[in-house]
């Protein structure tokens, strides 16, 4: 990539964590830091239970909201699921999809992500559509294989158009809550594939522009030089995003590593 579109995009995944005043907390210290933080796109990513709370924290800022999941139908007899027009009435602008945990605990698949794309790209919803290999892919050296897979079933129909509103996130599996993470070069190398099968896919203007997050074990200490890479724009955070030191920390240290580029 010749040169960054924008500054970091930088998006907290809270996880099944938080009561409602943590998160009121929570939100609050990142809009307080929001002067510092304006070439940053920042994302809260709450459980259901606190969007509303967080929803009224960070209103006003620059600091958006998104959900960890959605179902693609928008009403109907789907206990215990949310639609994404349900997630816009809520104040969503982005929500996860495909999230390792949701593949690896709850049995989504390739083609369940690609539904759940498309639903939230008619609702106006930014989908952050989530990739990644297991370990054993990994030591099997089908790493690139597996991504090329849930890259084109998971986007599978969608069109050119609506590809420059989608945010792809590489998260190696086995670098998840793990405390081990991709090296730079490991991250860049995935991260550079997907750029290179969105150019093939959609051509370059679509590809110099896309927005590809790495996820996994992220934190102050590693984002800089993660950041440094051409191909990481932002990063998707899971247990560093529960605290406001060490999620805004990377924050500041993806900014360090923008600036220097500038």
């Known amino acids: 990539m010749a040169g960054r ?3 970091p995009f930088i998006a907290g995944n809270w996880k099944m964590n938080l009561g409602l005043h943590e998160a009121r907390d929570l939100a609050r210290k990142v809009v307080d830091a929001e002067p510092e933080l304006r070439e940053c796109t920042t994302v809260l990513i709450p459980p259901f239970t606190a969007l509303e709370t967080v929803r009224g924290t960070v209103a006003g800022s620059a600091v958006a909201l998104g959900a960890q ?4 139908e928008d009403a109907g007899a789907f206990t215990g699921e949310v639609s994404a027009p349900m997630l816009r009435d809520a104040g969503c602008a982005y929500v996860l999809v495909g999230h390792s945990e949701r593949r690896q605990l709850f ?9 759940k794309a498309k639903a939230a790209l008619k609702a106006g919803l930014v989908p952050i559509v989530c990739v990644g290999e297991v370990l054993a892919e990994r030591d099997a050296g089908r790493t ?20 420059e509103r989608v945010v792809v996130a590489y998260e190696p599996v086995w670098a998840i809550g793990t405390g081990r993470t991709a090296s ?14 969105i150019r ?6 679509t590809a110099d522009c896309a927005i590809i997050l790495y996820g996994g074990s992220v934190k102050p200490a590693n ?3 993660l950041f440094k890479e051409n191909d990481i724009d932002g990063f998707l955070v899971g247990g ?22 500038k």
């Open 5 to 7: 579109r924008r500054g």
């Open 69 to 72: 999941n959605l179902y693609w």
């Open 107 to 115: 049995g989504e698949t390739d083609g369940t992500v690609n539904r």
């Open 144 to 163: 690139l294989e597996r991504i090329d897979e849930q890259l084109a079933r998971g986007l599978e129909s969608v069109s050119g158009q609506d590809l």
């Open 184 to 197: 730079p070069g490991q991250a860049q190398e995935v991260q550079a594939h997907i750029r290179d099968r």
């Open 200 to 205: 093939k896919s959609y051509g370059n203007g």
């Open 223 to 225: 984002s800089y030089p």
């Open 240 to 261: 560093a995003s529960l605290s406001g030191l060490s999620f805004l920390g990377i924050a500041r240290e993806a900014l360090r590593a923008y600036g220097e580029e």
